[in-house]
């Protein structure tokens, strides 16, 4: 079903485009208690060669990532290891080379319709990259990227967003960075923000939750032949 999933790949149809509702899940804060579903738009998408003016406080680990800047908020060049996904998923090497990355930045605006409150667990908008193919529609992208370097392996790299503006500031239990307790009829506007390698920005997209139907974490679900993941197109 992986594979199915995988060679299916993402019709042009299924991503939304920015401006576009979508519904999520969210959580609810009482243990056994069904979740809520939340309505979400990207708002907007910008390009960012730095994060000057941006507060510290709202940066998942602002200490490591300081060490990968510039004093005027731009980022250094970074050390790779680039691959090619195999048809067995397996991994294998390409190079190993000096990239350029920058920051994208999402808004985001968020509707809690329910008469219930509930989680809204940002982290859950991740990165994935596709290839278009000739007929307009999709494929999952077999390029592999992850630092060479440890200390740069900041939740970036497994495609989660760096920032969070609305973040409670803490990794204490329940009340963890990428959380936000959503109340009753509440909307919310916020901005997540994202390290992407600068050649792969026009592979980017943002799969922003749904059901998972394959441990690859794809979109087509093929029993029920529908494709059941949120992918934003980022334009």
């Known amino acids: 079903e992986e594979k199915i999933s995988w060679d299916y790949g993402v019709p042009a149809e299924d991503l939304i485009a920015v401006g576009e509702p979508f519904t999520a899940r969210g959580s609810r804060w009482d243990p056994g208690a069904e979740d809520i579903t939340l309505t979400l738009t990207v708002t907007d998408v910008e390009i960012c060669d730095s994060i000057s003016g941006f507060p510290q406080e709202n940066f998942e680990d602002y200490e490591r990532l ?8 731009t980022l250094k060049p970074y050390k790779r290891f680039v691959g090619e996904i195999q048809e067995d998923f397996s991994v294998e090497e390409v190079a190993r080379e000096e990239a350029m990355q920058k920051f994208v930045k999402v808004s985001i605006h968020a509707e809690n319709p ?6 809204l667990w940002v982290a859950e908008a991740q990165l994935k ?3 278009q193919k000739e007929n ?6 077999t390029t592999y990227t992850e630092p060479l370097n440890v200390d ?3 939740m970036a790299d497994l495609g989660w967003p760096i920032y969070f503006d609305r973040t409670h500031g803490s990794n204490e239990y329940g009340k963890g960075f990428y959380r936000y307790e959503m109340q009753p009829k509440e909307t919310l506007d916020y901005t997540l923000i994202y390290l992407v390698d600068e050649d792969r920005l026009d592979e980017v997209i943002i799969d922003a939750g749904g059901s998972y139907t394959t441990g690859f974490g794809t979109g087509y679900d093929p029993q029920t032949k529908e494709f059941v993941r949120n992918y934003i197109d980022l334009g």
């Open 114 to 119: 329910t008469d219930e409150a509930g989680e």
């Open 129 to 131: 990259y596709l290839k």
């Open 136 to 141: 307009g529609d999709y494929a999952y992208s």
């Open 152 to 154: 740069e392996r900041l």
């Open 66 to 73: 300081q060490k990968g800047l510039n004093e005027d908020g």
